[in-house]
């Protein structure tokens, strides 16, 4: 589903001790000491960088996480693929008209424009032999993003991050998760988060990525914004890596969940949400649902709402 040089697999990270529902805690200030003690420098100046405060909650983006058997948030991939060509403003505009979570994609431009965009390069949209990061935006905002998918769709462009949140802020009860695509460094998380602060969207978006490097600049320049680590199996107990990043929740597979029911179990103990991808089918959805995830990512949210419509209690 995405490039070798977008998936970082972390499960083997070095582990902190984890800590009930709560995500993060108050800085420590760090304690003056002589400058002759530099090996105390080092092991403080490390504490600093693990210990990064997060006050966001995974109830606070997704309400309560979810027992066995309860109907899971529907998170509309790319927008609503089945109706409109995927990460255009058509396809997420029709996600969040009728979802309470919409999911993209966001790379950089070579002049540095936040693009909503899943492939590395142009060619299975636009038949280009091109990088995203390779073109400047001038250039890009000129590729037809829309005709691959049908002739009725030609003409649509690859929109901005920054056309998208203004549309998210029109929509008070929409949010979104935002991936990260490849290895972002802090003054290029910069970008994404000013953009989010100017359309007063702290809390309505939760930046997830697969990147290690990327979760850690976002800690670094803003441990108060909800991040996701997506990753393709889950730890068995991924409370200490969920410790370690400042994260509110992982995405990952439904084969990682069935193989390790048990890891869900203990991110909810935590206050961790899980999420799982890319799923379409009715036995895949009741399978993770009775895990009780939290949400699924898919390209069918129609189907899947009609679905929970059909089989959740109470509805």
């Known amino acids: 589903m995405r490039h070798p040089r977008d998936a970082v697999d972390p499960a083997t990270a070095a582990p902190a001790r984890p800590r009930p529902r709560l995500l993060g805690r108050p800085p420590r200030p760090l304690v003056r000491i002589p400058l002759a003690v530099t090996g105390m420098v080092a092991i403080a100046a490390t504490l600093w960088g693990v210990s990064t405060p997060n006050d966001v909650y995974a109830i606070d983006v997704f309400g309560a996480l979810r027992q066995p058997g309860e109907a899971a948030a529907i998170i509309g991939h790319r927008g609503d693929r089945s109706q409109a060509p ?58 037809d993003a829309g005709a691959w998918y049908s002739e009725a769709w030609a003409g649509e462009r690859i929109p901005t ?124 959805w009741q399978e993770v649902s009775a895990l009780g995830v939290d949400g699924i990512i898919t390209d069918q949210p129609s189907n899947l709402d009609a679905w929970i419509a059909s089989t959740a209690p109470g509805t």
């Open 161 to 284: 991050l920054d056309a998208f949140l203004a549309a998210l802020a029109e929509r008070e009860e929409a949010r979104a998760l935002v991936e990260l695509k490849a290895d972002w460094t802090a003054d290029e998380v910069r970008i994404v988060l000013d953009l989010v602060e100017r359309h007063g969207l702290r809390g309505r978006v939760v930046l997830q990525s697969f990147s290690i490097e990327t979760l850690q600049s976002i800690q670094r320049v803003s441990p108060t914004t909800p991040r996701i680590m997506l990753i393709r199996e889950l730890p068995a107990d991924p409370v200490p890596l969920a410790e370690q990043l400042g994260l509110i929740g992982f995405g990952t597979t439904a084969a990682s969940v069935t193989a390790a029911p048990e890891a869900i179990d203990a991110a909810h103990a935590a206050g961790i949400a899980v999420l799982c991808y890319t799923l379409n089918s009715q036995d895949r």
């Open 86 to 143: 995927e990460n255009t403003m058509p396809s997420l505009e029709l996600a969040m008209d009728e979802l309470a979570y919409v999911e993209t994609d966001v790379r950089l431009t070579r002049d540095g424009v936040p693009v909503l965009f899943h492939d590395t390069d142009l060619e299975r949209i636009a038949g280009r032999d091109l990088r995203v990061e390779e073109v400047d935006h001038e250039r890009l905002r000129r590729v």
